[in-house]
C-alpha cells in the first residue's frame, strides 16, 4: 500500500504565502506524474497544478503566477508554494500521484489521492 500525507496547511490572510507539502510512502517503485487538486464548500474539485516525473508543470490559469509546484523525487515529496493567496484559494487541497509498484513479476501504475490539508485565506 501506499499512503500520501499533505502538510502545511492553515489560516493565512489575504496576500499571504503558504507551502503545502505531499510525502508519499510505502511500496513505492517509482512515481509519475504528481498533482494538487483543490475542492472548495460545495464547487466539484478541480486540478491546481501537475507536474511530471522530469519536471514538467502545468497550472490552472486562476493560479499561474502565483503558485509554483515542485517535488523531491529522491524523497517522492510534492511541493506547492502559494503566495499572493486570495480568499477564492480556500479550499481543501488534496495530493494526488500516479504511484508505479512492483507486485510479484507486474509493474503497475496506481492512482492515490491524500486525505487533504485545508487552507483557509481570510482577514
Known amino acids: 500500500q501506499v499512503q500520501l500525507v499533505e502538510s502545511g496547511g492553515g489560516l493565512v490572510q489575504p496576500g499571504g504565502s503558504l507551502r503545502l507539502s505531499c510525502a508519499a510512502s510505502?511500496?513505492?517503485?517509482?512515481?509519475?506524474?504528481m498533482r494538487w487538486y483543490r475542492q472548495a464548500p460545495g464547487k466539484r474539485r478541480e486540478l491546481v497544478a501537475g507536474?511530471?516525473?522530469?519536471?514538467?508543470?502545468n497550472y490552472a490559469d486562476s493560479v499561474k503566477g502565483r503558485f509554483t509546484i515542485s517535488r523531491d523525487n529522491a524523497k517522492n515529496t510534492m511541493y506547492l508554494q502559494m503566495n499572493s493567496l486570495k480568499p477564492e484559494d480556500t479550499a481543501v487541497y488534496y495530493c494526488?500521484?500516479?504511484?508505479?509498484?512492483?507486485?510479484?513479476?507486474?509493474?503497475?501504475?496506481?492512482?492515490?489521492w491524500g486525505q487533504g490539508t485545508q487552507v483557509t485565506v481570510s482577514s
Open positions: 507536474i511530471s516525473s522530469g519536471g514538467i508543470t
Open positions: 510505502g511500496s513505492i517503485f517509482s512515481i509519475n506524474a
Open positions: 494526488n500521484a500516479d504511484v508505479v509498484q512492483r507486485l510479484s513479476s507486474f509493474v503497475n501504475e496506481y492512482d492515490y
